[in-house]
């Protein structure tokens, strides 16, 4: 995922490659972490500013992000720890200074240092759904 977002300082349009941990289909929102912790700048700009455009593929959709609630980062952590096992042993292992367990606790310590961001799609319409309002930020 490449995440356009608009630097705090500068006010310019910056691109940060981002992995993407799971896409919600039903929510229609990609939900990222920021490996480098709260200190990163992509994080700190979408902190200043939460509307940005995200291009996956030749998709370009406009977005709002949102740091996740912690019971959810966690919940998410969770998942991402059991769909990619070996980056999950990089990542807590690499910010925890210890061999990663994969246990609930765990995933509680990471997601305090390590962000899980949403980035909800606005202006989504289903497929099919010429009716359906547009969500809008």
């Known amino acids: 995922l490449v995440l356009k977002h608009t630097g705090r300082i ?3 349009q910056r691109r940060t490659v981002l992995e993407v941990m799971r ?3 039903e929510k229609h929102c990609y939900l990222v972490c920021s490996g480098w912790g709260e200190a990163s700048e992509w994080y700190r700009n979408i902190r200043q500013n939460p509307e940005a455009e995200i291009e996956i593929g030749r998709q370009r959709m406009k977005a709002i992000a949102m740091r996740l609630p912690q019971h959810e980062a966690e919940k998410e952590m969770g998942h991402y720890a059991r769909r990619y096992p070996t980056a999950y042993r990089w990542l807590a292992t690499r910010l925890l200074g210890r061999r990663a367990t994969g246990e609930a606790q765990e995933f509680a310590e990471l997601t305090r240092a390590v962000p899980v961001i949403g980035l909800l ?8 759904n010429e009716n359906q309002q547009i969500r809008k930020a």
């Open 10 to 12: 500068s006010g310019q």
């Open 23 to 25: 896409h919600d289909n």
């Open 121 to 128: 799609q606005l202006n989504y319409r289903e497929p099919g």
